[in-house]
């Protein structure tokens, strides 16, 4: 009888750490670095989970024994951890981050330079561009506009008491093509920043072969919400929003 009653024993000392090991926990993180400590990126690759640092390095983020938690941000190293039963237990983790070191090459002065701005500019050998205050003819000073922005200006402005080129450019759907034309151009644009900011961060939550990438990415790019999106410059919400529709992505692959 004893002996039944220390294996039941074991049994439920089993299952009861079972539940601790596999149970997911709140952790308070706190990071410490040389300089920026905000809007550092944490991700629990194992669960799949993503955050930031507050101004203060802190962070929350679910996770259980043996998730890997990666830290990452420009300026830094990045760092790995795995989640120990003592941290879970503790509910919270220091995190010290390293530089991120740039060698630059060898710098070679030639003309030394006195501490005179003005001398020092003249005696440098650098030359300013020419603008059109220097030929004294009006320009514009606003945000360049592309070719195809240009293109639409053209099409959609005209002179006269009734300006021809506006309608006949209306009419023949040049003026239609040309607003799409600028529409895929921004989709392009914000599609590549979108790429070299999150693709590398977004598959390491959830991988996707290196081959589908730029198919996922335009039809990402497809959904009208995705050039608003782009433009609010929300990390968080973006990558939120890359999760889904990596998620209705794969579907559609396996439904093919």
């Known amino acids: 009888m004893i002996r039944i009653k220390k294996f039941v024993f074991l049994i439920l000392c089993f299952i009861q750490f079972g539940v601790t090991f596999s149970q997911s926990t709140e952790i308070l993180g706190k990071v410490t670095a040389s300089s920026d400590i905000d809007r550092i ?3 629990n690759k194992t669960a799949h ?16 024994v043996n998730d890997t938690i990666l830290i990452s941000a420009i300026q830094y190293k990045p760092l790995e951890m795995v989640m120990t039963t ?4 503790s509910k919270f983790v220091a995190i010290d981050l390293t530089d991120k070191i740039t060698e630059l090459d060898e710098v070679v002065v030639g003309k030394i330079l006195t501490g005179d701005l003005l001398s020092d500019i003249e005696n440098s050998e650098v ?16 945000k360049q506009k592309t070719q195809s922005e240009r293109r639409l200006h053209e099409a959609t402005s005209g002179g006269g008491l009734v300006p021809l080129t506006p309608i006949l450019n209306w009419l ?22 979108v790429m070299s900011d999150l693709s590398e961060m977004l598959f390491d939550i959830d991988n996707l072969e290196e081959s589908k990438r730029v198919e996922f990415f335009y039809f990402v790019t497809d959904d ?11 990390d968080i919400k973006m990558l939120e929003f ?14 093919d």
Do not use: C, W
Not at 127 to 142: Q, S, V
Not at 173 to 188: A, H, M, P, S, W
Not at 242 to 255: A, C, G, N, T
């Open 41 to 43: 990126h944490v991700i």
């Open 49 to 64: 989970k993503f955050t930031i640092t507050n101004d203060n390095g802190e962070f929350l983020i679910s996770a259980s």
């Open 86 to 89: 003592q941290i879970i237990q």
């Open 127 to 142: 030359k300013r561009e020419l603008n059109f205050y220097d030929l004294g003819i009006p320009g514009y000073t606003g």
């Open 172 to 193: 023949s759907g040049r003026t239609k093509k040309l607003k799409g034309q600028i529409v895929r151009e921004n989709n392009d644009n914000a599609m590549r920043e």
């Open 224 to 234: 009208p919400n995705f050039l608003p999106l782009s433009k609010l410059d929300n």
């Open 242 to 255: 890359l999760q889904q529709k990596l998620k209705e992505f794969k579907s559609q692959i396996e439904d």
